[in-house]
């Protein structure tokens, strides 16, 4: 995977297909239940598809039952980036590659222990590496 950070929306445009700029880059989100890695049951690391940074091992990853990919913990928090997101009326915490800055989905404190929280990630911000 070429994980080179593009410098410009131009270069990110050429980089990533269009629902993927349209997700990583202008914040939006895929329908529910439609991601190629909701059911996914393998093992493995999931990695930004914009820049290949590692964000969670298969090992976190659980079955929320709200449509997108779902974690309890990142492999590593300096892997990502949270920001207060006040878009659609709502106030909730937007999860960010902290590598290359990418929209990947937001963090909800409803999920299951250890930490209580719920890493909803769209599929399409994510690659798989199979262990």
């Known amino acids: 995977m070429n994980d080179q950070v593009p410098a410009s929306e131009e270069e990110w445009r050429r980089k990533l297909t269009p629902e993927q700029y349209r997700i990583m880059r202008e914040k939006g989100t895929e329908p529910a239940f439609s991601g190629k890695f909701h059911d996914l049951q393998h093992e493995g690391v999931f990695l930004c598809a914009a820049c290949g940074n590692e964000l969670f091992d298969s090992e976190r990853k659980y079955d929320s039952g709200s449509g ?3 974690f309890w913990a990142p492999l590593d928090d300096a892997h990502l980036r949270l920001e207060r997101d006040t878009s659609r009326l709502m106030v909730r915490t937007e999860v960010l590659c902290a590598r290359c800055g990418s929209h990947l989905g937001h963090v ?7 930490t209580g929280k719920r890493y909803c ?4 911000a994510l690659e798989f590496e199979a262990k």
């Open 121 to 124: 990630i769209n599929s399409i």
């Open 68 to 70: 997108w990919p779902s």
């Open 108 to 114: 909800f404190d409803d999920g299951p222990q250890p």
